[in-house]
């Protein structure tokens, strides 16, 4: 004789129900042996899991003074406590999934025969769950097994072994846990709709409100949502959530948590859902506020190279504490849109600021005229331009700091050492056969002594003596002294700023800097992609003695139990002598004063003391001012960065054409620096440049 197909559910349900008033639920009662194993072998270690893991929650990014910048997350969860949801709503989860939840223990055997009878019997399937049940499920799907579909699937599977499991878990947790625990559990855990899970998420994205303040018809919207997130969804299909909400209040009201007149009115309320779709803020660095969107991207990935994965920052509840300074960063963002505006097509105006230091290099701001965005037509980008050399063309002579340093610690010249200066000249390259061109340069301009001493050189920057000391100095020594100051990234970078590739014939693409330019003189004017980021950490090294540290985004990291966590960072390095510094830096107090960048600093009232080193690509395609005040390094960086680079002009607005004589760091990248760093400093006293150091002021070899 042939079984009806709801005959082996009954059965099966029969089977639960008998071993749960038995009062012992264990699947050798069965008999099945394969099943009894399954079921024993996973429920303990189901049991643990449930113990153990930790939901998914929200990372909170933070300027240093807590104010949030960013959030980081996989599922938008807003957890809160049985006393922080409102009786609206518990009754009408309870009234619509589990109407005898606080009279059964973690199972409702009724409710169970009740559905094997309904669909032996050909009706519509009804599950029998109870909430505490959908709360094992949920708890399963959406925290243990979340990264692994396979999982995932079983999770779901409508086999005895999964119910028979289920079931067992569900008896052990209404044996040890509170009923309102238990059902703020559930409510915490559940998916709604997309990325929003729980119902403090839910109240803020779909109300603008509160668990706690959710009033009937909110309640019985979020809870009839639970049984098909997606078909009773208010935006995507409002009739049908509307007329499950509805049933929701149908339902409380044949509970007796709803008179049947307020139930009436609860039901002709709208939906009164948010118009403009849930509230659900951005779930990476790509929403941060304008001037933190490219801080609060490095901070992800310093972290990232910490050894944090990307999951845990997406789903561990982090606080983590940058040490972005909110008014130096908005300072900082004014002043670069004031020069370049957000939307200019094909300029942008990067802008970073470190406060130097012997243990650490802290990142105050990173910040371009570009937002940290997706929609270039509102001059967003999605590349960190600041932390980056990709998109950067160079950072012209500012080159020429490592030039000197090397020299500098070799003693091939000190910084009253003269330099030959004549206006052009051509020099052999190293390693250079018959065969290789040799590399002519000259001077921007005429009025340059012939010799010029290190000092007036880097003031005003002839071409050819620094050329002529990079050869005596070797190339070796030069590139080596750009890595120690900070060119740690870029020159592990390719001459186009990416990833060097070890298949392409070309050396400019198979190289990374630091062996490309081995044998290229070119590298002292400053013609290879570089991070303005690093270019502002040169400086943060010379200022703190010769010390170098990594570039520092990260003030703290605390738990989602408010304990610290340590973040990995590499030590900071002695690279140069501290006399070699201060006397470096006092070489380079003359630029804004006397030196390429003195005319903008006085149509800027500037009268601080600084040091500073500007710089500009031969078609003037980047230009960049290098240099730092008080206790601030920065980097001022303007360069083409649109599909189509061209000559950058100055002018109001700065701009992309031919215009004969373009743009000079001094005319368009320190302007900026000029307007802000005015602006932060104020009227406090200046920091008085180091004195040179005697053992650095003549040549010793």
Not at 82 to 107: H, L, T, W
Not at 447 to 459: E, F, K, M, T, V
Request: aromatic share 6%; proline share 7%; glycine share 10%.
């Amino acid at each position: 004789m042939r079984l009806s197909r709801g005959v082996p559910r009954l059965l099966a349900y029969c089977a639960v129900a008998g071993l749960l008033v038995a009062g012992v639920v264990a699947p050798v009662a069965l008999g099945a042996g394969v099943l009894s194993n399954q079921v024993a072998d996973s429920v303990n270690g189901i049991s643990a899991a449930l113990a153990n893991s930790e939901q998914p929650l929200v990372t909170t990014v933070t300027d240093r003074d807590g104010n949030p910048i960013a959030t980081l997350y996989d599922q938008y969860r807003l957890p809160v406590t049985a006393n922080q949801i409102s009786p609206a709503m518990k009754a009408a989860i309870v009234s619509i999934e589990d109407r005898r939840f606080y009279d059964e223990g973690g199972v409702d055997v009724k409710g169970m025969v009740r559905a094997a009878l309904h669909d032996s019997s050909g009706g519509s399937t009804q599950g029998g769950s109870t909430i505490t049940q959908q709360y094992v499920k949920n708890y399963l799907i959406n925290v243990v097994d979340r990264n692994n579909r396979a999982d995932q699937l079983a999770d779901q599977a409508d086999t005895i072994a999964r119910k028979l499991r289920e079931a067992k878990i569900a008896v052990q947790l209404g044996q040890t846990v509170s009923k309102d625990d238990i059902l703020s559990g559930y409510l915490n855990v559940v998916e709604f709709t997309g990325n929003v899970y729980g119902v403090g998420a839910a109240a803020h994205a779909y109300f603008g409100t509160t668990p706690d303040k959710l009033t009937v018809p909110q309640a019985a919207l979020l809870a009839g949502m639970v049984n098909n997130p997606s078909l009773y969804n208010p935006y995507t299909h409002p009739d049908q959530a509307t007329q499950r909400r509805n049933v929701v209040i149908d339902a409380m009201v044949g509970t007796r948590t709803l008179t049947p007149a307020d139930g009436a009115a609860a039901k002709t309320a709208p939906l009164g859902v948010l118009p403009d779709g849930p509230d659900l803020p951005s779930s990476t660095c790509l929403g941060s506020t304008p001037d933190a969107g490219f801080l609060c991207q490095y901070a992800e990935s310093y972290l990232l190279q910490s050894g944090f994965t990307a999951d845990q920052l997406e789903t561990g509840g982090y606080l983590i504490r940058t040490t972005m300074d909110p008014l130096v960063s908005r300072t900082v963002k004014q002043a670069v849109e004031a020069n370049v505006p957000t939307t200019q097509d094909g300029v942008a105006n990067t802008f970073a600021v470190i406060r130097p230091g012997q243990n650490t290099h802290e990142v105050l701001a990173m910040v371009a005229n570009r937002n940290y965005g997706t929609d270039p037509a509102k001059g967003e980008t999605s590349t960190n331009i600041v932390a980056a050399p990709s998109n950067v063309f160079g950072a012209g002579s500012s080159f020429k700091i490592f030039t000197s340093a090397a020299a500098l610690e070799t003693g091939k010249a000190g910084l009253e050492t003269p330099l030959p200066n004549q206006a052009g000249g051509c020099f052999t390259q190293p390693g250079a056969n018959r065969y290789t061109p040799q590399y002519c340069v000259q001077n921007d301009g005429v009025n340059y002594p012939n010799p010029i001493s290190l000092r007036d050189g880097l003031a005003t920057s002839p071409n050819v003596a620094f050329v002529n000391l990079e050869q005596q100095v070797g190339m070796p020594a030069v590139l080596d002294m750009a890595r120690r100051l900070g060119l740690r990234t870029s020159l592990n970078t390719n001459d186009a700023g990416a990833k060097p590739d070890p298949s392409s014939p070309n050396p400019q693409y198979s190289e990374p800097q630091s062996q490309y330019f081995q044998n290229k003189l070119s590298f002292t004017l400053g013609n290879s992609p570089v991070s303005p980021l690093e270019m502002a950490n040169v400086s943060a090294t010379l200022m703190s003695g010769g010390t170098w540290c990594q570039p520092d985004p990260i003030l703290s990291v605390t738990d989602r139990n408010g304990h610290d966590v340590a973040v990995k960072q590499p030590p900071c390095e002695q690279v140069v002598a501290p006399g070699l510094a201060n006397t470096l830096l006092n070489g380079l107090s003359q630029d804004t004063i006397t030196g390429t960048s003195a005319a903008a600093a006085a149509a800027a009232g500037w009268h601080h003391a600084d040091f500073g080193k500007t710089g500009t690509t031969q078609q003037s395609e980047s230009v960049a001012f290098i240099g730092g005040v008080d206790d601030y390094a920065v980097s001022s960086m303007v360069f083409a960065d649109g599909p189509h680079p061209d000559e950058i002009c100055p002018g109001t607005p700065v701009h992309l054409g031919s215009c004969g004589h373009g743009a000079f760091g001094g005319t368009v990248a320190a302007p900026p620096y000029f307007h802000a760093m005015s602006q932060i400093l104020g009227g406090r006293p200046d920091t008085a440049i180091p004195a040179a150091d005697p053992t650095y002021l003549r040549a010793r070899s």
